[in-house]
């Protein structure tokens, strides 16, 4: 299983797993909310800085 998830042994942990959104991250993470997009706010920053910078080109 994964580290620091024993009490959730039951639980298929693979639905909690989500691919980070953010440009040139693409790194696998635990998703506690269902509109999480981003592993941390690092990425969040950098996808709505691309975001931002893709309107206004």
């Known amino acids: 299983m994964f580290p620091g998830r024993e ?3 039951d ?3 693979r639905h ?3 691919l980070c959104d953010a440009p ?3 790194q ?3 998703q506690r909310r269902t509109n999480q997009a981003w592993c941390g706010p690092g990425c969040g920053n950098r ?3 691309a975001r931002h910078h893709q309107g206004h080109s």
């Open 11 to 13: 639980r298929d942990d």
């Open 47 to 49: 996808a709505r800085v």
């Open 28 to 30: 696998l993470f635990f």
């Open 16 to 18: 909690d797993l989500a």
């Open 24 to 26: 040139g991250c693409g």
């Open 7 to 9: 009490g959730d042994a």
